[in-house]
């Protein structure tokens, strides 16, 4: 590590504006009331947010495609979770799909 | 806290420790790497419990490790984080003073520790529940176990170092995208926001070669428009009257006003209260 004390700051910066994230949408939540269908709308949002992280996580890795085995274990779960499989078989079935086909040298 | 484990149903809980014990091998790796990467081992200790949040703590480790300035890391890190502005925005008041009481705006430290264990994962566990109870008790039983998992996994990783740093043999790195979908999927058999979730992932991937890390994740929200568009539209009866309530959704109307006419006319209903947002109005 070269420079401690920028690396701090840098920490610090990063801590204290997440933290800042994670408040404001609740100040700004419990200052404006939302009528029944924007509150929906809001919802949506978190669950677009969550898919879209659900598909970048699984299919890309820095800039780039992330290989075949890490999608194909997420979408056996993705099929399973849509079948109503317990959350436990899901997450493990996902696990275990991806790390059988690097076994098998699928990457 | 007993509250927590009286509201939630036990499995419930168990899905909760499962997720958290896979955070806890993820931050496995990432102490590891931290280490690897020629940091000491309070850098990733101190980041684990004071930013709490993965992906932007990797990248934060990745560009000062390669050279790059601890504050255009710290840039990009927060560009990663951004997404829980939104998430504090979807959430009813779930940090609020107690955990089982009536809807009450929060205070002190308990909000405080409220907002610092929000994450994907406590947030997708709190929109899975069906009440606000279960919300709040699912919110907090997953906040405090990834505030204790995650730093506890990057130290141990930290100290044990190399042993620990391929957890892509075991498949763990699609746990987390796994653990997320397994959640949401009750929200996708909604049509509509089927729809926007894949329309959102469309975008995300698309963007993903060309923007930094975070923002293609961000720009998704963009297919939340999808859901908006049939809506009523108020312009004529609120020109120049400034609501606070409006504000928020001042550049998603300004949007609809440039869409065609044949979706405005859809809807507006003279009776309707002034005070009224239009995006709320179906």
């Known amino acids: 590590m070269k420079d401690g004390t920028l690396v701090v700051a840098g920490m610090a910066t990063l801590a204290a504006g997440t933290y800042a994230f994670r408040l404001s949408g609740q100040v700004l939540r419990a200052r404006i009331s939302f009528p029944p269908r924007a509150e929906k709308l809001l919802k949506a949002a978190a669950v677009v947010l969550l898919a879209a992280l659900v598909a970048t996580t699984a299919l890309t890795e820095g800039h780039g495609f992330s290989g075949f085995a890490r999608p194909a274990g997420v979408l056996v779960g993705g099929v399973l979770a849509w079948r109503k499989a317990p959350f436990l078989v899901v997450v493990i079935a996902a696990a275990a799909t991806t790390a059988v086909l690097r076994l098998l040298g699928v990457h | ?282």
């Open chain 2, 1 to 282: 806290m007993s509250s927590i484990w009286r509201t939630l149903e036990r499995g419930v809980l168990r899905d909760i420790a499962l997720t958290c014990l896979a955070v806890f091998f993820i931050g496995l790796s990432y102490g590891a790497i931290a280490v690897a990467s020629g940091f000491p081992l309070w850098v990733p200790a101190a980041q684990s419990v004071l930013v709490l949040a993965g992906a932007s703590e990797f990248l934060f480790i990745g560009i000062v490790a390669a050279g790059g300035n601890p504050i255009a890391a710290a840039l990009a890190g927060l560009m990663v984080n951004a997404r829980h502005l939104p998430y504090g925005l979807a959430l009813p008041d779930i940090t609020g003073p107690d955990i089982t009481g009536p809807d009450v705006a929060g205070r002190g430290w308990r909000r405080m520790a409220g907002t610092h264990v929000m994450n994907d994962e406590s947030v997708v566990f709190a929109l899975a529940q069906d009440d606000l109870p279960r919300q709040r008790a699912a919110y907090w039983a997953c906040g405090l176990g990834v505030l204790i998992c995650w730093p506890g996994g990057a130290v141990l990783g930290a100290l044990i170092g190399s042993a620990v740093h391929d957890t892509g043999a075991f498949g763990l790195d699609a746990m987390f995208p796994a653990v997320i979908l397994a959640l949401i999927v009750p929200e996708l058999r909604d049509r509509m926001t089927l729809r926007a979730a894949l329309a959102g992932a469309a975008i995300a991937l698309v963007a993903t070669p060309f923007l930094p890390a975070g923002l293609p994740v961000l720009l998704a929200l963009a297919a939340v428009l999808l859901l908006v568009r049939d809506h009523r539209d108020h312009r004529d009866h609120r020109d120049h009257r400034d609501h606070r309530d409006h504000r928020d959704h001042r550049d998603r109307r300004d949007r609809r006003d440039r869409a065609p006419a044949a979706t405005l006319v859809a809807g507006g209903k003279p009776g309707e209260k002034p005070g009224e947002c239009p995006v709320g109005a179906r």
